[in-house]
């Protein structure tokens, strides 16, 4: 019997969460994607015990296809199924129920995550006698089912909190296809590269602690902190535009990189070193082309949270804005790449890599593609806010990604097909990848993101004025803005 300590969490008596698991039962994928699963696990195991034999690594090969099998079906069918079904409640006929419900954001995103969890959990009891099997044969034990499975689980519920994430973007049904085809193609790779598969394959578990403990831990770390992390985004996703959706994003984010940087200071642990700089460094910069797109006039509900006095300077790094959040991005990109040349200067790592060659080589190849991907997303950013298009405002992020992509194609296909000189990469996002380190090529990166860097600062530095606490003047006189106002419903992508 559940008691009322229970549903006061408002877990289990979740409605959405509820709907959810109704949803599941009633559809086709649940049972079909269960028949599936133990049709297959069955043939496995039939055709296995058929030509049964000593070998030692059975019970392990066994495992593996177990496993195999459980994390198509967990990885791939439960968040695409999901996906679906959130994305449709997106849709024009259905979006109103998304802005005349009691429930609060926080609610919504957890019920839905809860069914999926459970969803989960039911696959994986089905599939627990075929695993209770593999651990009477040879080449496997406890342990090794242990760490796979927990670590396989996190992977899951990273997906399927990816999968509500991206199901709450406004997209039409043949967007929403195309995002199931790529997660698809996403999600196998991480199906192929996860640590529980490198734990199935290895079979026993002390032979693991030796040499992937360090590797073990870091990487669920990382998955713990994305799962958190996109949690954290849908439910912002899910707010109005009139509310302060970036403030818990940012702050989380910038916690966990100074919790990060106390980190390495403390252990110098090359592998945390590493994952901070590439986390970070890929956070800052996708979040730079995002904030090309938020709005640049700040609501009067958001003014109403904006702190008088000192505190409004750093405040205004954790409000919603374009301008605020090309600044957030920026200092923590700069932040990130500066710690980390003083760090490597210090030669605290030598043991690993010497100092010469992270300084001089490595580290700059970081910075020329961020300065390339930095002038790429102001330059846009500055000419559609001189063109005042509310469309092209929205859709900032989206045209500097498929610039980039093109312009990154067609010089990949001029370097490589045509036999034109590599130094044509300099043009792309990802030059660093291609080309070494080279004063010539930091002289004109800097001088590229330099004249992005102008125009946009002017527009950041307006938004910093207008950013002032709510009073009765202002609400007479509305802020002044770069772009014009936006309605608080969003469209969505046609």
Same mark, same amino acid.
């Given at each position: 019997?559940?008691?009322?300590?229970?549903?006061?969490?408002?877990? $289990?008596?979740?409605?959405?969460?509820?709907?959810?698991?109704?949803?599941?039962?009633?559809?086709?994928?649940?049972?079909?994607?269960?028949?599936?699963?133990?049709?297959?696990?069955?043939?496995?195991?039939?055709?296995?015990?058929?030509?049964?034999?000593?070998?030692?690594?059975?019970?392990?090969n066994m495992f593996y296809g177990?496993?195999?099998?459980?994390?198509?079906?967990?990885?791939?069918?439960?968040?695409?199924?999901?996906?679906?079904?959130?994305?449709?409640?997106?849709?024009?006929?259905?979006?109103?129920?998304?802005?005349?419900?009691?429930?609060?954001?926080?609610?919504?995103?957890?019920?839905?995550?809860?069914?999926?969890?459970?969803?989960?959990?039911?696959?994986?009891?089905?599939?627990?006698?075929?695993?209770?099997?593999?651990?009477?044969?040879?080449?496997?034990?406890?342990?090794?089912?242990?760490?796979?499975?927990?670590?396989?689980?996190?992977?899951?519920?990273?997906?399927?909190?990816?999968?509500?994430?991206?199901?709450?973007?406004?997209?039409?049904?043949?967007?929403?296809?195309?995002?199931?085809?790529?997660?698809?193609?996403?999600?196998?790779?991480?199906?192929?590269?996860?640590?529980?598969?490198?734990?199935?394959?290895?079979?026993?578990?002390?032979?693991?602690?030796?040499?992937?403990?360090?590797?073990?831990?870091?990487?669920?770390?990382?998955?713990?902190?994305?799962?958190?992390?996109?949690?954290?985004?849908?439910?912002?996703?899910?707010?109005?535009?009139?509310?302060?959706?970036?403030?818990?994003?940012?702050?989380?984010?910038?916690?966990?990189?100074?919790?990060?940087?106390?980190?390495?200071?403390?252990?110098?642990?090359?592998?945390?070193?590493?994952?901070?700089?590439?986390?970070?460094?890929?956070?800052?910069?996708?979040?730079?082309?995002?904030?090309?797109?938020?709005?640049?006039?700040?609501?009067?509900?958001?003014?109403?949270?904006?702190?008088?006095?000192?505190?409004r300077v750093p405040a205004f790094?954790?409000?919603?804005?374009?301008?605020?959040?090309?600044?957030?991005?920026?200092?923590?990109?700069?932040?990130?790449?500066?710690?980390?040349?003083? $760090?490597?200067?210090?030669?605290?790592?030598?043991?690993?890599?010497?100092?010469?060659?992270?300084?001089?080589?490595?580290?700059?190849?970081?910075?020329?593609?961020?300065?390339?991907?930095?002038?790429?997303?102001?330059?846009?950013?500055g000419l559609t806010r001189l063109?005042?298009?509310?469309?092209?405002?929205?859709?900032?992020?989206?045209?500097?990604?498929?610039?980039?992509?093109?312009?990154?194609?067609?010089?990949?296909?001029?370097?490589?097909?045509?036999?034109?000189?590599?130094?044509?990469?300099?043009?792309?996002?990802?030059?660093?990848?291609?080309?070494?380190?080279?004063?010539?090529?930091?002289?004109?990166?800097?001088?590229?993101?330099?004249?992005?860097? $102008?125009?946009?600062?002017?527009?950041?530095?307006?938004?910093?004025?207008?950013?002032?606490?709510?009073?009765?003047?202002?609400?007479?006189?509305?802020?002044?803005?770069?772009?014009?106002?936006?309605?608080?419903?969003?469209?969505?992508?046609?």
């Open positions: 019997m559940i008691g009322p300590r229970w549903h006061h969490t408002g877990v $289990l008596s979740n409605p959405v969460m509820i709907k959810e698991l109704r949803q599941t039962v009633k559809g086709k994928m649940a049972v079909l994607g269960m028949n599936f699963m133990l049709i297959v696990l069955i043939v496995i195991f039939s055709i296995s015990l058929l030509n049964f034999d000593e070998n030692e690594n059975f019970g392990r177990v496993v195999s099998v459980l994390g198509i079906i967990c990885l791939i069918v439960v968040p695409m199924n999901l996906f679906n079904r959130t994305g449709a409640e997106r849709d024009p006929e259905d979006q109103d129920l998304m802005y005349i419900t009691a429930l609060s954001p926080h609610k919504i995103v957890l019920g839905k995550y809860a069914a999926g969890i459970l969803v989960v959990l039911l696959y994986g009891c089905a599939s627990l006698p075929f695993i209770a099997f593999t651990y009477l044969l040879k080449g496997v034990d406890f342990l090794a089912i242990g760490l796979a499975l927990g670590h396989g689980f996190l992977m899951v519920f990273l997906s399927i909190q990816m999968a509500i994430l991206l199901g709450c973007l406004p997209m039409n049904k043949k967007s929403r296809v195309g995002f199931m085809g790529f997660g698809v193609v996403f999600f196998w790779i991480i199906l192929s590269m996860g640590v529980p598969f490198s734990l199935s394959r290895r079979g026993m578990g002390v032979p693991f602690i030796g040499a992937l403990t360090v590797n073990f831990w870091f990487s669920t770390m990382v998955i713990v902190f994305l799962v958190v992390l996109i949690y954290l985004l849908t439910i912002a996703r899910l707010k109005p535009l009139t509310a302060n959706r970036a403030f818990v994003p940012r702050v989380y984010l910038s916690g966990m990189w100074l919790l990060g940087l106390i980190g390495i200071v403390l252990t110098r642990n090359v592998v945390l070193f590493h994952l901070w700089l590439i986390l970070f460094y890929g956070i800052s910069l996708f979040s730079l082309i995002l904030a090309t797109s938020e709005r640049d006039r700040i609501s009067a509900r958001i003014r109403r949270g904006i702190p008088d006095g000192p505190g790094l954790f409000f919603s804005g374009s301008g605020s959040g090309i600044l957030w991005s920026l200092i923590t990109l700069a932040g990130t790449l500066g710690f980390s040349y003083f $760090l490597g200067h210090l030669g605290w790592f030598t043991a690993y890599f010497p100092v010469g060659p992270f300084v001089n080589d490595y580290l700059p190849r970081f910075v020329m593609s961020a300065l390339s991907v930095t002038g790429y997303s102001l330059i846009f950013y063109l005042r298009r509310e469309n092209l405002m929205t859709k900032t992020w989206a045209l500097t990604v498929a610039i980039m992509f093109i312009i990154a194609a067609i010089t990949g296909i001029l370097v490589e097909s045509v036999e034109k000189p590599k130094d044509l990469y300099i043009a792309t996002p990802l030059c660093g990848v291609f080309l070494k380190s080279d004063d010539l090529f930091l002289i004109l990166l800097w001088s590229w993101a330099g004249i992005a860097l $102008l125009p946009s600062l002017l527009i950041v530095i307006k938004q910093f004025r207008a950013f002032k606490p709510l009073s009765d003047q202002s609400i007479a006189a509305p802020v002044p803005s770069v772009s014009p106002k936006v309605d608080d419903h969003e469209v969505p992508v046609q």
